[in-house]
């Protein structure tokens, strides 16, 4: 198969945030309890932080990390998480249906952020709580001086303030699986007293507002038209994935539905209000989600080579939409949905990690223009979320009846989704593609305009034998990125992309691996 590619590299179309370069973690099946912390197994620090899931996140470059939830933020007192530990205790929570411990709280998760390098993000409970209970956790990570929370954090050891920039207001309270369930117009209030109580607090924190995408559009109005001019993002929840090969690697289209969708509630919420500041959106919550059930089962996705191809397309989707998603976090680091699988004796990185991580080594901020002329393909997908599929003896789907209510039609895919970035002051350009195409092969004859390309290219792969193929304990490096093959830069090349690939080419002068 035939593949024409231009890149204009004084074409600049999105100036990208390392915030999307983010993650998120919660106290569910898994994530924290024998995942992120494990105080019985031999492979933790004193504190009980698993070291070897620690410095594979750590090799991720985090940009932000989120905490803590997801629905457990939606029946959760953080007064209880900064306790002597001793103390914490072991409670049900109504947002999960999951008895959880709170021996990682505030404190160890703000530890945790420094030790990665990621911006901690705290998500206040706007399911059962309330905007002085919000106030109250601001003021004792953020406050100084004459406060009782500042002076509560200084006796349990912490003397300076924590500093925490990124606050979420509750978590898909928009639905009735969480406590707390408010229509748009009761969020907008809820909002808009919390905000305020919150910014008495600590008057320079960024607000993460909500919305839900193309699910329930009337919510999102109401919500944003009240609180548009409060919140500097506004977050939206999408997992995409199917079982059949094409609609899996296909469904990145649903989240730039979602994103322009929300994009248009915003700009008609801030013309109303005459603003000339628009939030940006917070795809805070994000990953290949299809073929394991909702709560209260377990959550453990394996994901294979197909969902890797698919999560890169997703990459491809915030970089080009970086003038407007300024933040994003994938669910979720270890275990449940994670990047990384641990169990009490070892840990092993899945086919999506080799994706964020191919991410944080060589893309960079300035996303510039880039044409492609190939084949296409169709593909369907439910319009919010995939959901939990039935297989039939022979691995199909079988879709309910609710899904095919849902289902959308996206047409005209190209095989070759190219995303292009060009830093200007290192002179390296870095060309990231996916070849979608499930047996063929793709000669790419790719020219480069406006700037001059020296030195060598170089970069790396990531397939493998089969589109199922994934990694496990047993063989935990079946799917891995190999290098290309070196050669000399130039402004006109071709390349052949491997079916089923992402892969990542980084042209200029100097060393691609970027350091943060």
Known sequence: MKATVRVQTDRLIAQASDLLRGHFIEHVHGCMEGGIVDEESSLVDQQGIRTDVRDYFRELKPGILRYPGGNFSCDYDWRQGVLPREERPR???????????????????????????????????????????????????????DNQWAAQRRANGYEKPFGVEYWAIGNEVYGDWVPGTKTGSEYGAFLKETVKNMKWSDEKIKIVGMATGQWMPDWDRASIDATVDLVDYVSLHIYVGRQDYYNCVGSPVVIQKGIDIVRGAIENAASKKNLTRLPKIALDEYNVWYRTTHFPDRLDEQFNLQDAL????????????????????????????????????????????????????????????????????????????????????????????????????????????VCTMYDKQRRRLVLSAVNRHKTQAIDANILVLGSQLTGSLTGETLTGKSVKTRNTFGSPDSVQPTAVRKRSASNEFNYRFPPHSFTVLSVGPENPTRKK
């Open 310 to 417: 698919a999560l890169a397309g997703v990459q491809h989707v915030l970089f080009r939409n970086g003038n407007d998603v300024g933040m994003a976090c994938i669910s979720m680091v270890v275990n449940v949905l994670g990047l990384i699988r641990a169990n009490p004796k070892s840990a092993f990185r899945q086919t999506i990690y080799w994706v964020m991580k191919m991410v944080a080594d060589y893309y960079t901020s300035e996303v510039v223009d880039c044409f492609v002329d190939c084949p296409s393909f169709n593909c369907r997908h439910p319009k919010y979320f995939a959901g939990v599929v039935e297989i039939d003896e022979e691995g199909r789907e079988i879709e309910t009846e609710s899904q095919k209510i849902a289902m959308m039609e996206y047409e005209g895919l190209p095989y070759l989704d």
């Open 91 to 145: 409670r049900y929570n109504y947002g999960t249906r999951t008895t959880e411990s709170y021996r990682f709280g505030t404190h160890e998760f703000v530890d945790y952020c420094r030790q990665t390098g990621a911006e901690p993000m705290l998500t206040v409970n706007a399911g059962n709580g309330s905007a002085d209970l919000a106030a109250d956790w601001v003021a004792y990570c953020n406050a100084d001086g």
